[in-house]
């Protein structure tokens, strides 16, 4: 059960950025997701076949999805977003 309704709206293909930890501020994709974690992937750090587990709260939606859950889509997607292109 969630506590935040903003974790319980995140799903797989969801644009998140982290809020806590060592990776405040990195953007990733929901790859896949349980009650209480997600798994994110940034497409190289941490790519699709070994994705990071996170606390839900420790996630924020960003409002974008990805369609198509490869390395290098994810890695393209990202790297538009923070620069503030439309993809």
Same mark, same amino acid.
């Given at each position: ?10 799903? !797989?293909? %969801? ?9 405040? %501020?990195?953007?990733? !994709?929901?790859?896949a %997701? ?7 992937? %940034?497409?190289?750090?941490?790519? !699709? ?16 999805? !990805?369609?198509?859950?490869?390395d ?16």
């Amino acid at each position: 059960m969630c506590n935040d309704m903003v974790s319980c709206n995140i799903s !797989v293909g %969801d644009v998140v950025k982290s809020v806590s930890g060592r990776t405040k %501020d990195h953007l990733f !994709v929901v790859v896949a %997701d349980n009650e209480r974690f997600a798994f994110l992937s %940034d497409g190289k750090r941490w790519p !699709v076949s070994r994705p990071k587990k996170k606390n839900k709260k420790h996630i924020k939606s960003m409002g974008v999805r !990805v369609e198509t859950l490869s390395d290098e889509r994810i890695q393209f997607f990202l790297r538009e977003l923070s620069r503030g292109g439309n993809d």
